[in-house]
Structures are given as structure tokens and as C-alpha cells.
């Protein structure tokens, strides 16, 4: 098998499960308790949470709270301002934000609880910043928020500039990190932010588990309540083998990210070879490497149809995906690649590879061969250009 | 060490551990993906789900959504109920439940999202069916929930008479069975029900997962939004291996449901020792054992300080709470306790001890000597019947 499906999901890193395995054997105690077992317990998730801050360089560990993953932790900062925030407040958003942020905020909005509005893209993927500045303008805005990189393309949104507009007008500025945190710097101090949120099985890291990081001077109403957990920010039994899981992922990634030059010098091959070798093909989103998640390459081909290359790469023993994961079984193109201008053909015929620092200089070799074998199976059966969905088997 | 916390955590069973690891290690790719990787994972959680269904006996697996614990299962169950209500609903509920749900109705009632009733209980802990007939024959009663046992105590509600209650008068009824779960047999078809909470870390499963179950003509407003996962109902990428986990953790509880009868006797011998053997002391909650948790013993030591004697039972290396775990650190006395009738004084002076089936009978004989010795320690420094706080050492 070649995993190319990293934006998806990340194999555990075998230290992350050598860190874990003590907290799921023998010390199992509840870090809310009083006694040294449970304390110990208490001790590790004060480290997993130093390990956490360090990679994102917060100002101190208290300001990241431990939930159970990125789609608690985008909601958490997002139901925290709505609870917060007057009635009339305009929320600011990207049209490419990650379903999670885009689906609460459309439910919402639906409801009448907030006013909406979404800032188009070019077709680079990049936000046009002067719409972004204008919405954020109104007084009424009050809530502002940007993936640091999306997780379809891969492109690196201009969290510096968008983050200094929002804070020029007062607004609140939250980040949905998910796809950025471990593949690239990630500096929450280097921006005037607010809340930013991370996913642990997105860096090596468990599943189910995840971070919101809060500026120390940024507010934050929970949303479970109970048990005080988290300094009465998110209470609920820990997850200490997954906290501790996603602390040393975190300690890993700074290597990761210090050789992230590499990781793109081989996303870049693995590109080029397709650019140059199957005719037609094109990238979606900026061309320029450097602007894109350093793992990422979102692939237009031209006149095959996307899920037909998909199930012929799994029988090849491919793993990457049509778009984002979570829009499997949903037959609508999509929704990122749309917005930056594309045709619903071209979304259509488009590929996510992701790769990590485990894909070998091999498998990239090996899917070059595989994924051109497969595209010229689906010309054959298809003129080039046509839509029609391809053979089945 | 002698482990008598176990309705604050359990020991992961290690038939649970090696169901999770393939899910750790080699079979990471993501549930919601395409190609076959993805797609074993996908089976797999379904097996988890019919396993978690069986325990319960739900009418189908359906009806199981996986949530990141017993908070959120409950936070589910009220949000979603909050969210299709009509805006005059009240919400009753006893004055024992856990602060989950304790904390959550208190602070919607706080910003008048809801009105809150609070039903009483007696000196065994049992439930004012009066009242709470009472309470919920009036119109605007439309939200009932009641947990199945209470997690200081161990007293098992009346669930069924409450739940029969709630149903002629047309009102929803949720119980969170988190401490139940696996300890006594819960079926939810027994009683006229719409949703009940789990959590996989009571049961020997892992921390950080837990269940909510929803009646299949219930309706059921997510909360977590975006990839819509379970079926919609609580999005965010699945915490694969904690699933398979609670799934593992159901089955293997059925036999230990079934041998409940030996964890009584355990837990009784416990405690008839200790009541024989100390003078004064009391069980907190009803005496008749069987409408108890099985495993749980509550009790008061007349004038010994509850905090000291745990200090003292720490070093002796038996792990008990004062309570409930989530509360450690905070200075006021159980509500629980309180509610009961209970004086401040007598809270202060309360111990939790709760035994799983993994309590050897050599642990039980060892632990009553210990307590016995812990307790004199503390009689010789302070006069019976005095609140003074015992010492620190």
C-alpha cells in the first residue's frame, strides 16, 4: 500500500504509541483525583501540555485547552464568541473554510443567531483580502475567521495580513489550524489571533483528540460544562493517553517541520512527473510550491473521471482522495474547488495526493507509474474531455 | 496498591487494549475514506456499535452515535433537546444528578433558555415520585432526565417509575447510565425512554469515548457539525481505536453483569467489616444493598476527617474519593450528600470506596484493616464527634 491520504489522516508515530502505552496499561488513575495515582496522571498532561504550546509557540501552556479533536475545537472557539458576542454580531469567513466551520456557521446564520458572510477567493485559493478587509470594516463584525491552510489544495491562506485587517477593526480572529499545525510554522504569536485550533491524528498524533489554543487575554465561555476539567474550559474526563499521544506528536513535529524542505522537495517530484508526463494535467491552486502545504498536491486530470481514478488507485494499492474525507459518498463536487473558480467537470476529474515524512523516495517513484497507468486506462475507455463516470471493476 | 475508585476510572481491560491496537497501528486510514483502508475501519466501527447496541439492548445499532465521553453524550442529549423545544420548556431533573447536567441546566436556566425544576430526593437517595409527578404535570414540562445511578452513592433511581412518569405526561425522557452501564443490567427497552448516556471509561474501556443512545423515534439535533459523521449526528473524524475499544468493553461487561451478584457479595463483605468493625460508621444512601451499585459503598466515619483520611489511605497506597473525583480540589461538601439530608458535617466525613470486578477478595480483607488503622490514627488525635481537620502529614 502507498498512503497518499495524509490530510486525511496520519499513521500513529510508534514513539507516539510508546508514549501512550503506560497511560492505557498501568496508570490509569483520573487526573481529578486527589491520590498520587491519579496525580501522576495530572503531571503528564501538564507536559503533553507544554509539548503542545511549544509547537505553536503559545505564550504559556495554559492557554491550550485539551478537546476531542479539530471539529470540537473549531466549534468550541466558534459557540464561546456566539455566547459572548451581541445578538447582531457579523461572523467573517473564508467561502473555503473546512465544513466543520462552514456548516455551524450556515446552521447558525439559518437560525437568525449571527449574520454571515463569506469572503470569496481567487483561483490561486487565495483570499482576495481587499473583500476580506471590506466585510471586516462594518461595525457589526465582530467575529473573524481563516483556516491557516486548506485542506483540500494544500494552499497557505495569508493568516499574517487577514489576521492584522481583523485586528485593525476590532474583530475577533480564530484560525482553524488542523492542516497546518506539524507540516508547517506554525507562530500563533506571530499574528494578532485569538483561538486557533489543532487536530492530533492530522500530525502522527491518535484520533480523538485535539487542541484549541486561546490567546491568555482572549475570552472563552465552555461549552461542556461538569467537572471543571481543563481549568473549567472544557470538562469531561481526560483523554490522558490521547492528550499524552498528542503532546509527543507535537515534540516529533518540530523535526518534521524543520525538514519540511525536504517533504516538498518530493511532493514537488512527485508533481512534476505527472505535470509533465500525463498530458493535461494541472494543479489546483497556486502553482507556486512554496504557497501550498509543502505535502499537498491537488490534481486536475483532465477528461477522467476522479472517483474512477479513485477506485483503480485502490486496486493498485493507492490511497488518496477525492477532495476532502469527509465528503466521501456526497456526489456533489467540491465545495473549495468550486468556489476558486473551477468548473464542476474540473472538480470532477481532480485528485488530493498528501504525502508525509514517512512516503518513501520509492513509493512516490512507484505511484508516479501506478497513477499514469491508471489515467491512460480511463482515456482509453474515454475520449479525452468527457464527463462520463468511468468502468466500475 | 489497592484500586477502590472505580466509579472515577477503571483499569482498561487488556482484551479491550489488544482490540484497539491493530486500530493504532496498521490500520490507521480514515473511516470516511473511499479505497479499502478506509473502508475496514468503516466495519469495524460498526461492529463496535452493535456491541455497545447489545449491552443496552437497543432496538439497533443505529441508534448508538459515538461521542467523546459521558459529558458529551449528556451535553448531546440536553443541547439537541434545548435546540427543538419550544422556548417556555422546563427542564426537570433531580437535585443528585451529576455536575454535567447539574452545571449545564444551571447555567441555561441562568441566561433563561429554559426553566429548571429540581425534584428532591429522600435519605436513601431515592427519587420524590411525587414530586416528580408533580412537576411534570404541568404543561410546560417537557424535558425529564434522571440518572439511572448515582456515581457517589451508587443508589440506583427509579428510572423505571420515572420514565413511566415522564411518558403520561408526554415529556422527554433522558437518563444518564454512565455509572450503570456495565455495573447493573440496563435495557432500554424496558422503560418508555428517548436517549440514555455511556462512557467507555467506567467500563474498562478507554478514556476520552463514550455513547449516547437515542430512541430511533427521537429526534436528535447535532451539536458537532461538518464532516457528518455518525450519520450525521456528531461529526468529526472517528476515534477509531476508542470505539473498537468501547465496543471490546460492552461485550466483555455482559459478564460481568451477569456475575454482579459476587461483586454484591465483595462489596458487602467491605462493608458489613467496616460498619462492624469502626464504630459509628454508616452507609450514605439507602442500606438495602441490592438497590445499590453492586460495587459502590459510600460511608460516613463519625468525627474523622474525610480529606485526612484519604491523605492517610494514599500513603497506605488505596486510592478512594471523597465524593466525586471531578470535585477534588473544590472545598465545599458533596451536593450529593447534602441533598440527601445529610449535615455538612456528615459530607466532610464521607468516603467513596468503589470495587470492580478486578478487587480481589485478598485486597477487600487487606483494605479493611488498612481503613481501620487510618481511621484510629485520626480518632486519637481528634475526639469523636469533633470536625476538626484531621492531620497533614
Chains 1, 2 share one sequence.
Not at 5 to 10: G, H, W
Request: with cysteine.
Amino acid at each position: 500500500m502507498i498512503y497518499l491520504d495524509n490530510n486525511a489522516t496520519t499513521k500513529l508515530a510508534p514513539e507516539v504509541l510508546e508514549a501512550m502505552l503506560p497511560w492505557m496499561v498501568d496508570h490509569y488513575g483520573n487526573p481529578s483525583a486527589g491520590y498520587r495515582f491519579g496525580k501522576e496522571a495530572r503531571r503528564a498532561i501538564d507536559t503533553a501540555r507544554e509539548q503542545a504550546a511549544a509547537l505553536i509557540n503559545a505564550h504559556s501552556p495554559e492557554e491550550i485547552i485539551f478537546t476531542s479533536g479539530g471539529t470540537e475545537s473549531n466549534h468550541l472557539a466558534l459557540a464561546s464568541a456566539l455566547s459572548w458576542l451581541p445578538p447582531d454580531s457579523t461572523f467573517v469567513s473564508s467561502t473555503i473554510e473546512h465544513s466543520v466551520i462552514h456548516e455551524w456557521l450556515g446552521a447558525q446564520a439559518e437560525k437568525e443567531r449571527l449574520s454571515w458572510e463569506q469572503v470569496s477567493v481567487n483561483e490561486d485559493g487565495q483570499l482576495h483580502l481587499d473583500e476580506w478587509s471590506e466585510q471586516l470594516s462594518r461595525s457589526e463584525s465582530r467575529f473573524a475567521t481563516l483556516m491557516w491552510a486548506n485542506n483540500e489544495t494544500g494552499v497557505l491562506l495569508d493568516v499574517e495580513k487577514a489576521a492584522a485587517i481583523a485586528e485593525s477593526q476590532g474583530a475577533y480572529f480564530h484560525s482553524d489550524a488542523v492542516q497546518a499545525v506539524g507540516k508547517v510554522p506554525v507562530d500563533v504569536q506571530s499574528h494578532p489571533m485569538q483561538s486557533a485550533a489543532i487536530s492530533g491524528h492530522k500530525l502522527h498524533g491518535p484520533k480523538g483528540i485535539g487542541a484549541l489554543w486561546v490567546n491568555r487575554h482572549s475570552r472563552l465561555h465552555p461549552v461542556l460544562l461538569g467537572g471543571g476539567q481543563e481549568n473549567n474550559r472544557r470538562s469531561g474526563t481526560e483523554n490522558v493517553a490521547g492528550i499524552i499521544g498528542l503532546g509527543k506528536a507535537a515534540e516529533l513535529a518540530q523535526a518534521h517541520i524543520a525538514r519540511r524542505e525536504e517533504q516538498q522537495g518530493l511532493r514537488d517530484r512527485f508533481e512534476s512527473a505527472l505535470l509533465g508526463e500525463i498530458e493535461g494535467v494541472e494543479v489546483n491552486g497556486t502553482t507556486e510550491p512554496a504557497r501550498r502545504l509543502p505535502n499537498t498536491s491537488n490534481l486536475y486530470f483532465p477528461g477522467v473521471d476522479g472517483e474512477g481514478l479513485l477506485i483503480l488507485l485502490d486496486q493498485a494499492g493507492i490511497c488518496c482522495s477525492p477532495g476532502s474525507a469527509c465528503s466521501t459518498g456526497a456526489v456533489t463536487p467540491s465545495r473549495v474547488l468550486t468556489q476558486m473558480g473551477y468548473s464542476r467537470a474540473r472538480a470532477k476529474s481532480s485528485v488530493r495526493f498528501s504525502l508525509s515524512h514517512l512516503t518513501t523516495e520509492d513509493e512516490v517513484t512507484e505511484a508516479i507509474t501506478l497513477i499514469k497507468e491508471a489515467v491512460k486506462k480511463l482515456q482509453i475507455v474515454l475520449p479525452t474531455g468527457s464527463r462520463v463516470v468511468g468502468p466500475r471493476r
